[in-house]
């Protein structure tokens, strides 16, 4: 399961925001810092009007989605890497998260204190950054030290320790270990390190109301750094999203017409870390259930089987395979073996993005 860690400065919607996606989780957000303590998680069904069709088709008793688990993390300040406010908690929560959802206070209000005393989102943005590069910096210079004495004799130490070396003048910078260009091999050398710095991020700039449709000049700013920080920019609004979870599911669509808008913040977020990720969706449907199931672009058919059940992997035959969008056009599975759509792949196959997919297999 994909698991996102929503981070930021206190007081800057992580827990309100938190509570909306979940609906029904129970983060307490109040307006002082580290109202977040322990981490709150919370587990959230993938937004995916497909899923309804197939289910529809294939006469489906059960629809399962994709699922997201977010977690909300207790809110960082100036000093986290040496231990301040809840610093070593936080980045030790941060560490076992595929993608960090970052939560930018891009709105003013009186009424909810802002940790520094003003709304600068950029400021905020390098508070953070600087102390997750301080964090990895303390890190991989521990590991130097362990490393280099193996890396007389043994020759994975020598190639270890090259990459480590090399991410030291982008975090003595404050930089992101992000902006380090390793091959796969030499990401793999690392990995086990769970660099702060080198996962993926999204910022999540959350507005008022009134400017979740078009932004404000704050979230200018915000696109503006992150793109030189190779990340993801998404407008939010935790102020809308608290509204949201109040209405009607069939009142959802028109509030958010009303804001000139298309979708809420989860769906955005989803769909931006899966984007970020480079994740993919295929499905599986049938009598019993339609299910939705995730996997990493580029994967072929017996990996995304194994997604399913190891098993599945290791037996693979085939993979009876159709695209969704032929499949919803015909309107039954029947009609589309008919027309010769669905076709028989082969263990070359790369899955692609809402393929319906039944799997042959040897026990």
């Known amino acids: 399961m994909l698991k996102a860690g929503i981070v930021g400065l206190p007081n800057v919607g992580k827990s309100t925001l938190f509570n909306a996606l979940v609906a029904n ?3 307490q957000a109040a307006n002082f810092p580290f109202c977040t303590i322990e981490p709150n998680v919370g587990v959230v069904a ?7 069709t197939l289910a529809k088709i294939s006469s489906s008793a059960e629809i399962v989605p994709a699922r997201v688990e977010f977690v909300d993390i207790a809110g960082l300040v100036k000093g986290a890497s040496q231990g301040e406010g809840l610093g070593n908690q936080f980045l030790a929560n941060i560490r076992e998260v595929d993608a960090i959802v970052h939560v930018v206070r891009c709105f003013e209000n009186d009424d909810i204190v802002h940790v520094s005393g003003s709304i600068d989102p950029l400021r905020d943005i390098d508070i953070i950054n600087l102390e997750l590069a301080l964090a990895d ?13 193996q890396a007389r004799t043994n020759k994975e130490a020598q190639a ?9 003048p982008l975090l003595n910078e404050g930089k992101s270990a992000r902006q380090a260009d390793l091959t796969e091999e030499e990401e793999g050398l690392i990995q086990t390190l769970g660099l702060l710095t080198r996962k993926p991020v999204i910022y999540a700039a959350n507005v008022s109301e009134e400017d979740l449709a078009s932004g404000n000049e704050w979230v200018d700013k915000v696109r503006a750094a992150a793109h030189q920080d190779q990340a993801q920019v998404v407008i939010v609004s935790a102020q809308v999203e608290a509204e949201l979870i109040e209405l009607p599911d069939a009142d959802r ?5 009303s804001l000139g808008v298309e979708e809420g913040g989860l769906k955005s977020l ?3 870390t899966y984007e970020l990720l480079g994740l993919r969706t295929y499905f599986t449907t049938g009598p019993k259930e339609t299910r939705a199931w995730t996997i990493k672009s580029g994967m072929v ?10 098993d599945f992997e290791r037996g693979f035959i085939r993979a009876e395979t159709v695209s969704y969008a032929e499949l919803a056009a015909l309107g039954s599975m029947n009609t589309a073996k008919e027309k010769g759509l669905v076709r028989s792949e082969g263990k070359e196959y790369i899955v692609q993005e809402g393929d319906v997919m039944l799997f042959r297999f040897n026990v």
């Open 160 to 168: 270890e320790l090259a990459v480590l070396e090399s991410l030291l």
């Open 270 to 272: 989803i769909r931006a």
């Open 25 to 27: 989780a129970k983060a």
């Open 137 to 149: 910096l303390s890190q991989i210079e521990r590991r130097i030290e362990r490393v280099r004495k």
């Open 301 to 310: 058919a017996p990996q995304a089987a194994g997604v399913i059940h190891t």
């Open 46 to 52: 993938v937004p995916d009007e497909r899923l309804a």
């Open 253 to 257: 669509a028109d509030f958010l017409e």
